[in-house]
């Protein structure tokens, strides 16, 4: 069956811009994550959605990031007033619950944003 | 607060050799313990998991025990192969219910 999909694969966008990431869960699959992997370095949580809910947005960095789920499924991360420090690539993942210890994530390939 | 420290990679071993990529954890409690690994051009997918002391888990190979009197869950194959060339991370579910990663560790293997 299909995965998770994200698109684009790569965006490249100059400083200051808006820019908009979509992730395309899993069909069925109730919670949604989205990570942010600096080169060299592991994923780092941003926000966690259970349907159409942020359940957690702890992990966003400041209020430039904000993201949406309308319809508890596909998501949009958005970014405005990029920053060079933005430039990364952003995971998004989804699973059937939201018990990180016992519920698998499953990984779409990524979208890396490139801020020059 | 819960952390994963894995050793620093690049890991470069010719086809059929025995592997070791380490990995110890500071965590509240006694969390679920995960590999995942990354291969070329692909999403991080999990490729297996222990969820209490002394479990190990496997998958393609791969294995990793539980271990809570030493922290660590490290990674080992007995032969691997130019196809396990990829990055694995080691992580662990913390008390927030949020994935922690360690660093990544780059694995080369050489025909």
């Known amino acids: 069956g299909a995965g998770v999909s994200q698109t684009p694969s790569n965006k490249v966008t100059e400083k200051g811009k808006y820019v908009e990431l979509r992730c395309d869960p899993i069909?069925?699959?109730?919670?949604l994550y989205w990570y942010r992997q600096s080169l060299g370095q592991g994923p780092e949580f941003l926000i966690y959605?259970?349907?159409?809910?942020?359940?957690?947005d702890s992990g966003l960095p400041n209020d430039r990031f904000f993201a949406v789920r309308p319809e508890g499924s596909v998501s949009t991360l958005k970014i405005q007033r990029t920053e060079r420090g933005d430039s990364a690539m952003y995971l998004c993942?989804?699973?059937?619950?939201?018990?990180?210890?016992?519920?698998?994530?499953?990984f779409g390939p990524g979208t890396r944003l490139t801020v020059l | 607060g819960d952390s994963v420290t894995q050793m620093e990679g690049p890991v470069t071993l010719s086809e059929e050799a025995f592997l070791t990529i380490n990995c110890t954890y500071t965590?509240?409690?006694?969390?679920?313990l995960f590999w995942y690994v990354q291969y070329p051009g692909e999403g991080l997918q999990l490729l297996l998991k222990?969820?209490?002391?002394?479990d190990k888990g496997s998958n393609k190979g791969f294995e990793a025990t539980y271990r809570k009197e030493t922290t660590s869950f490290h990674l080992e194959k007995g032969s691997v192969q130019v196809s396990d060339s990829a990055v694995y991370f080691c992580?662990?579910?913390?008390?927030?219910?949020?994935?922690?990663f360690g660093k990544g560790t780059r694995l080369h293997i050489l025909p």
């Open positions: 993942a989804s699973s059937l619950g939201g018990r990180a210890g016992t519920d698998t994530q499953y």
């Open positions: 069909s069925g699959h109730t919670a």
């Open positions: 959605f259970q349907g159409t809910g942020a359940a957690d």
């Open positions: 965590a509240t409690g006694y969390p679920s």
């Open positions: 222990a969820t209490k002391a002394d």
């Open positions: 992580a662990l579910p913390n008390r927030d219910d949020k994935i922690i």
